[in-house]
């Protein structure tokens, strides 16, 4: 049976003034006069007014009684989300410059916390890849082709049983982000080349039998994959990234006059085999004197094992070339930014210790932390000790407290209130409670645009007296973020928790039915997103459906500035939603993470003003309400939940729409187009399929003298993807 509330008192106006009326004889029997023109009666009317009203507050639910409910149920708002960028320093110190984990970066008063320890020495890097050109014509170009030829000519004397030959053109990405990205992904010998430069006048002096550490910061190319590329979620643990093989060259050949590649340790790769955001840490060896640029015999300069050429002011300063490329049959793909001296950043500050309170011999005591939100961090939970006698003793924290007992030193933390709830074994009278470390932060002021980032606040991290290399300041060290600082979110708000409550008690943080993976997509970590959908049963890449045991969850980024009215998420994103997700289905569930597909259509539309409106105006607002009806993200659409996956278009439901404008009289004629992948087809209404909603490709809007031309013949076709074109540079002989 549905859930009715009660209505705990029901009377009206009308029955609270007749019983107030009712009394007067009882209280002033010389009261007679009862007419409404009785000033009397007029402040007992009132009264009843006020009465009333007093009813309806009454019988709702306050915010107060569903903050009761929140708080009995142990179920916290959301706390706020960190952004995180990628810095790129320099220094000129030969001797370099280090830097901690926790020192502090600025953007603005926005401060930024590093996520690791680095050491910035007075290098720089270019990155090449080896594309594919085609053999210079003889007769166009015969001074190039002499040269290519005797290329051919001293290769073929090296190695003389050579059968296949590969010539190619490199193509360049400059480790300030000013270049084109650069796709490696057809390079003729799989490899990213690295040209790591220094000034001949500097000798790098680090400290005796210290090694150079290198920090390598990557940002791969955005790619927006439609259906078609789409594969299955792999499961837990199945999203490591590829592993990569890095080289460096010595300054000497082998035995068969062959370059010599030394392996380099990777400390640390947080890119995930360049899949993803991140920095590699590279150990060099201890003697720097093992690195250095092979020596080419006359004619062999960039073939076969020998690094690719430069440019005669960068081949002056080239130290040593790295050579990285991926162990397994797979190919680096595109990149956007890759550069020497990175470190990554995230919007959060670690907070010292702290006295927080006394034990009051009371369970279910709360402590609040000097600092909030507090960003929760289950690899570094909060610190926590309580002074029982003389000694601190640790405590520690628990994501909830219903299993612990009175013999548990156990406590839970709300991140968002940024306070420490206490269970069944509490702190007694008098007893201190110390927080040794915790980290806050995080929201969207940390979404910072490229280049905010630019100072050094504070140096965290103590400097022992055997430290190799000097501390950083604003004099010693340029730092700056080359891209936007992303992934900040703001706290929960009471709305939107109370909204989400009933859903976490039902799934449980389990996905098994449609609302479960559409709400658990929506909570990603580190991923803002605008909707998520479930499609049961639908098989994304052949578009099947139904099919047993598959579900599909199609995601809306919150924004996208390459197309705002058409939102598409990126790899990464669909990446980030699947392994969230992938931790929370049925095993035997095949999991699909897929983008949303547009229908393209167009709209055009005649409309008689009312007069005393201006005709633009109505225009302008006919097209926003069309356009916002139209949308795929909420609050817009036709429930506020944006255009449903699979809803038909009519064009008697736009009129609708149009006509709810003020100042519009009437629709005079609107005509719907919508494109087929050929052409523009005018109908009344667009059916999509179920995992379809509409893109409006074109909005015109006219007054009803105006002949209405049909809907899309003067919008151009969609684009077809095209490889981007890079030019061969040829240089004098």
């Not at 009261?31 to 009203?53: K, M, Q, V």
């Not at 990149?335 to 020497?340: K, R």
């Amino acid at each position: 049976m549905p859930l009715i509330a009660p209505v705990l008192d029901d009377r009206t106006f009308e029955q609270l003034r007749a019983e107030l009326v009712n009394r007067i004889p009882v209280y002033n029997p010389e009261w007679t006069d009862y007419n409404r023109s009785d000033p009397a009666i007029t402040l007992l009317e009132l009264f009843a007014y006020l009465g009333e009203g007093l009813q309806f507050r009454f019988n709702q639910i306050p915010e107060a009684t569903q903050l009761a409910f929140l708080k009995l149920l142990n179920i916290p708002l959301q706390p706020a989300r960190p952004a995180r960028a990628l810095l790129r320093c320099s220094t000129k110190l030969a001797a370099g410059v280090a830097l901690y984990k926790q020192d502090q970066t600025l953007a603005g008063k926005t401060p930024f916390s590093l996520l690791d320890d680095a050491q910035i020495w007075p290098l720089d890097c270019v990155s090449l890849a080896r594309l594919p050109s085609a053999m210079p014509d003889e007769q166009l170009e015969p001074e190039l082709f002499a040269a290519v030829q005797g290329t051919l000519d001293a290769v073929a004397q090296q190695q003389p049983n050579l059968s296949q030959i590969a010539t190619y053109s490199t193509a360049l990405l400059e480790a300030d982000g000013s270049s084109a990205p650069l796709d490696c992904a057809a390079s003729v010998d799989g490899c990213l080349w690295i040209a790591v430069l220094k000034d001949p006048a500097i000798s790098l002096t680090p400290a005796a039998g210290k090694a150079v550490r290198l920090n390598l910061g990557f940002v791969p190319t955005a790619i927006y994959p439609d259906l078609d590329a789409i594969s299955a979620c792999p499961g837990d643990g199945g999203l490591r990234g590829p592993s990569l093989e890095w080289r460096a060259s010595a300054p000497l050949l082998d035995a068969q006059g062959q370059p010599r590649y030394l392996p380099i340790r990777v400390l640390a790769d947080s890119t995930a085999g360049f899949t993803q955001q991140g920095v590699v840490r590279l150990d060099l060896p201890t003697l720097l004197t093992e690195l250095g640029v092979p020596p080419a015999p006359a004619g062999l300069e960039g073939s076969g094992e020998f690094p690719p050429l430069l440019d005669d002011k960068r081949a002056e300063q080239v130290w040593f070339w790295l050579r990285v490329w991926r162990s397994d049959a797979s190919r680096i793909g595109s990149i956007s930014l890759l550069s020497l001296n990175a470190v990554e950043v995230e919007q959060a500050v670690s907070a010292g210790a702290e006295i927080i309170g006394t034990g009051n011999s009371q369970p279910f005591q709360r402590m609040p932390l000097a600092r909030q939100p507090v960003l929760p961090d289950p690899l570094q939970p909060v610190q926590l000790q309580v002074r029982e006698g003389d000694t601190w003793i640790d405590w520690q924290q628990q994501a909830d407290l219903d299993a612990s007992t009175a013999n548990d030193r156990h406590f839970s933390l709300d991140a968002e209130a940024g306070s420490i709830l206490f269970g069944e074994r509490f702190p007694q009278i008098g007893e201190a409670v110390r927080v040794l470390s915790y980290r806050y932060g995080g929201g969207s002021s940390g979404n910072v645009p490229a280049g905010a980032i630019s100072k050094i606040d504070q140096l965290v991290s103590g400097l022992s007296p055997a430290a190799p290399m000097q501390r950083a300041n604003d004099s010693n060290l340029k730092l700056i973020n080359p891209l936007p600082a992303l992934g900040g979110l703001d706290s929960e708000r009471l709305e939107a928790a109370l909204a989400r409550i009933p859903g976490d008690l039902r799934r449980r943080n389990r996905c098994v039915t449609r609302d479960d993976f559409g709400e658990l997509a929506m909570m990603t970590p580190g991923v803002e997103l605008g909707r998520a959908d479930c499609l049961p049963l639908f098989h994304a890449p052949s578009r099947i459906s139904p099919r047993p045991g598959v579900v599909s969850v199609v995601i809306w980024p919150a924004r996208d500035p390459r197309h705002p009215n058409a939102p598409v998420p990126d790899s990464y994103q669909l990446k980030q939603v699947c392994q969230w997700l992938d931790t929370k289905r049925l095993i035997t569930t095949e999991l699909y993470v897929i983008p949303p597909t547009y229908r393209r259509i167009a709209i055009n539309l005649s409309v008689k003003v009312h007069p005393g409106y201006g005709l633009d105006a109505v225009r302008d607002w006919v097209e926003l309400v069309l356009r916002q009806y139209l949308a795929p993200l909420p609050p817009f659409g036709p429930e506020g939940r944006g255009w449903p996956l699979g809803r038909r278009v009519l064009d008697r439901e736009l009129e609708g729409v149009a006509m709810q404008v003020e100042g519009v009289d009437y629709v005079a004629t609107l005509r719907l187009g919508v494109w087929d992948g050929s052409g523009w087809i005018a109908s009344s209404e667009v059916n999509l399929n179920s995992w379809e909603v509409p893109e409006v490709a074109a909005l015109l809007v006219l007054d009803e003298a105006s002949a209405v031309p049909p809907a899309g013949l003067d919008v151009a076709p969609p684009a077809s993807p095209t490889a981007v074109p890079i030019p061969v540079l040829r240089g004098d002989c």
